[in-house]
C-alpha cells in the first residue's frame, strides 16, 4: 500500500510555546485519517507543517514521497486545503471566490463544482464578507474538494455546520475514499471521525499519544453501569471488583464506571435482587476524554 503521508520525528518549536514534538506518523493511500486533540494540542501546527507554510524545528516529512521544505509547490499540486480560519476577499461574491480559486488550479470539472455547492447548500450570490461562519466554512470547502485532489488536509472542517450539513460533509468524505483519495482530518469532534476515518491519531500537548483503528479506541472507554436493586444497593460488594470506580449508592440504585471486561460485575449483581441492569456503551468521546486523563503519555503506533 501507497505512503501518502510520513512524518519522522516531526518537531515544531514556538520556544517556551507548545508546537509539536516528535510525531511519528504514517498515513496511507485512499485512508481517512481522523488527527484529535483539544485547542492548543497541535494539530493546525502539523498540517501547517506538513504544507510548508512553516518550517520544522527537527525531523522531517513526505508527502507523495516528496519532502515538504523540497518542493512544496509540487505537493500542493495535488492537496485541497482547509484552513482552520478561512477568511477571502469580502467584496468578491461566494460564487466568484469558487470560480477565482478554479481558475488558479485550472481542469476543475464545473459539474461536479455545482454538484457540491448543492449537495452543501451554498448560496454564491452573497458576497464573503455577508456570510456567517458556517457560511464562509461551506465556501472553503468547495475550494478544497473542488479539483478532486489526491490529499485533502482539512483543519476542523465542520465548525460552524449546522447538523444536516454535517451529514451531507461525511458523505462527501465518503464518496472522496471510494474515488481512492486520501483525507487528513484535523478535530476535536470525536463523533465525525467516527462517522468518516479508518484510523485516528490523538494528540495531547504536541505528542501523539495514541495512534490506532477508529473502531478500537471503543475498547479503551468505561462502561457506565447502572443496577437497580429491590432491597438496597449493596456497595461493597461492587466496589473492590477489578476495573470498577467511582461507585455512587442513591437509594436502590448503584452506579459506578467498568474498565475492561464488564463480566465480574455481571456476576456479582447475579447474587442479588434486580429490578434492573442498563450498561451503555461506551462512545468515541468517553474514549477520549478516558485517553486525555491518564498521567502517563504512552505512544502507540499500530
Known amino acids: 500500500m501507497t505512503t501518502v503521508i510520513q512524518t ?34 497541535g494539530k493546525t ?17 513526505t508527502i507523495f514521497g516528496i519532502g515538504t521544505t523540497v518542493d512544496p509547490v509540487a505537493i500542493h499540486r495535488r492537496t485541497g486545503y482547509l484552513p482552520g480560519e478561512f477568511v477571502l476577499y469580502d467584496k468578491l461574491t461566494g460564487g466568484q471566490t469558487i470560480d477565482y480559486f478554479a481558475n488558479l488550479r485550472g481542469g476543475v470539472d464545473r459539474a461536479y463544482q455545482a454538484n457540491l455547492i448543492e449537495r452543501l447548500d451554498v448560496d454564491p450570490s452573497r458576497r464573503f464578507r455577508e456570510y456567517s461562519k458556517g457560511n464562509k466554512q461551506k465556501i472553503g470547502l468547495v475550494i478544497a474538494l473542488q479539483h478532486r485532489p489526491d490529499l485533502l488536509l482539512l483543519d476542523e472542517p465542520t465548525s460552524g455546520l449546522d447538523p444536516l450539513i454535517q451529514q451531507e460533509f461525511y458523505g462527501v468524505i ?18 465525525e471521525v467516527e462517522k468518516t476515518c479508518d484510523r485516528v491519531a490523538i494528540i495531547r500537548e504536541g505528542r501523539l499519544t495514541r495512534v490506532d483503528r477508529t473502531d478500537s479506541l471503543r475498547d479503551l472507554a468505561h462502561h457506565q453501569v447502572e443496577l437497580v436493586f429491590t432491597n438496597g444497593a449493596p456497595v461493597e460488594a461492587f466496589a473492590s471488583l477489578p476495573g470498577v470506580s467511582d461507585v455512587v449508592a442513591e437509594d436502590h440504585i448503584l452506579r459506578m464506571r467498568v474498565a475492561g471486561s464488564i463480566m465480574p460485575v455481571v456476576r456479582a449483581a447475579a447474587a442479588y435482587d434486580l429490578a434492573d441492569f442498563v450498561s451503555r456503551e461506551p462512545s468515541l468521546e468517553e474514549t477520549f476524554l478516558a485517553e486525555y486523563g491518564k498521567t502517563a503519555v504512552e505512544a502507540v503506533a499500530r
Open 8 to 41: 519522522d520525528k516531526l518537531t515544531k518549536s514556538y520556544g517556551r510555546h507548545r508546537g509539536i514534538i516528535d510525531v511519528d506518523l504514517e498515513v496511507a493511500e485512499g485512508e481517512a485519517f481522523g488527527f484529535l486533540g483539544p485547542n492548543g494540542a
Open 45 to 61: 501546527t502539523m498540517i501547517r507543517t506538513l504544507l510548508d507554510h512553516i518550517r520544522p524545528t527537527g525531523g522531517t516529512a
Open 174 to 191: 465518503r464518496d472522496a475514499k471510494a474515488e481512492g483519495r486520501t483525507v487528513f482530518l484535523s478535530s476535536h469532534i470525536l463523533s
